[in-house]
């Protein structure tokens, strides 16, 4: 599965949009890109993925450029809640998912 | 569903001693993944079973660590002899398929292991 790159750590003000993005320049054609977050002392959890079309659900927002090689996350109006570890995966779904060093992001009041 | 079930939450036990790790997977999933986190390593996966069989368990770092899942419900990861470079949180986690599109891997809370 091809690898990510994500900064380490970001800040954003509460009620901004946060915007958390992710290299991944040798994704193959086949492979989804997934984004988990964990919440301190907790296990991770998925939030969205995408193939090729920007996404959207409930919790976020995932935009792919066209040539695939980077996205995006977005949180709308980040909260103090929404302070986590965030990975970026890309990944084709023949092997588990492997969890890189993620970016810390800390939502400030 | 009460989503992935881990017990115990913390561990302290003596370094050489037998360490069991216990995990409920959500009802339905056929795969069951274990992950080991520490600062310097960060997520690392250990083992995973479909349908109760263990298909990978390269990412397992000795011998010293085992893991079963006797049925659909219930997996164990066992450490023995136990040493203090296994102080770690471990995580097992659920999930319907490998891929797991739309709603991916449910993760449970953890077992915090200490071992000195």
């Known amino acids: 599965d091809a690898k990510t790159t994500q900064p380490p750590s970001m800040d954003c003000a509460e009620g901004r949009a946060a915007n958390l993005p992710c290299n991944h320049s040798?994704?193959?054609?086949?492979?989804?890109v997934y984004w988990y977050r964990q919440i301190h002392s907790q296990g991770p959890q998925y939030i969205i993925h995408g193939l090729k079309n920007n996404e959207t659900n409930e919790m976020a927002s995932l935009i792919i450029t066209e040539d695939r090689k980077s996205s995006t996350l977005i949180l709308p109006h980040a909260t103090l809640r929404d302070t986590a570890v965030y990975y970026c995966i890309v990944s084709s779904g023949n092997t588990p998912l492997v969890f890189g060093k993620g970016t810390r992001l800390s939502v400030i009041a | 569903d009460a989503g992935v079930i881990q017990s115990p939450r913390h561990e302290v036990t003596e370094m050489g001693q037998e360490v069991t790790l216990r995990c409920k997977p959500i009802s339905g999933h056929d795969y069951l993944f274990w992950y080991r986190q520490t600062m310097m390593r960060g997520l690392e996966l250990l083992i995973y079973?479909?349908?109760?069989?263990?298909?990978?368990d390269s990412g397992m770092p000795e011998d010293r660590f085992s893991a079963k899942m006797p049925n659909a419900s219930f997996s164990t990861l066992k450490i023995q002899p136990s040493e203090p470079r296994d102080s770690a949180v471990y995580f097992c986690?659920?999930?319907?398929?490998?891929?797991?599109?739309?709603?991916?891997?449910?993760f449970g809370s953890g077992t915090r292991l200490t071992v000195v």
């Open positions: 040798t994704i193959s054609g086949n492979e989804y």
């Open positions: 986690a659920s999930s319907l398929a490998l891929r797991a599109l739309s709603y991916g891997y449910t």
């Open positions: 079973f479909n349908n109760n069989v263990p298909i990978d």
